[in-house]
């Protein structure tokens, strides 16, 4: 191996664990945002699958999550 493969594995190790970090942090984010939103008093489960296929109801998540 010389020494750019080694620095790009390196490299490449880190950019994976930044995006596990980064997904990670998202999901917590997305998580407190539909613990915020109280219209629609269901599971978290029940409330993302409804996020998902309403829009109307993401923007209310999202205008929740931004006031608080």
């Not at 930044?18 to 629609?40: D, H, I, P, W």
């Not at 029940?46 to 929740?64: C, E, I």
């Amino acid at each position: 191996m010389c020494r750019t493969d080694a620095r790009t594995a390196i490299n490449v190790g880190f950019a994976q664990a930044t995006a596990l970090v980064m997904g990670a942090f998202l999901r917590r984010v997305a998580l407190n945002a539909l613990n915020q939103e109280s219209t629609y008093r269901r599971s978290l489960a029940q409330k993302s699958k409804r996020a998902a296929m309403d829009n109307n109801y993401m923007m209310a998540v999202l205008k929740a999550f931004c006031q608080a």
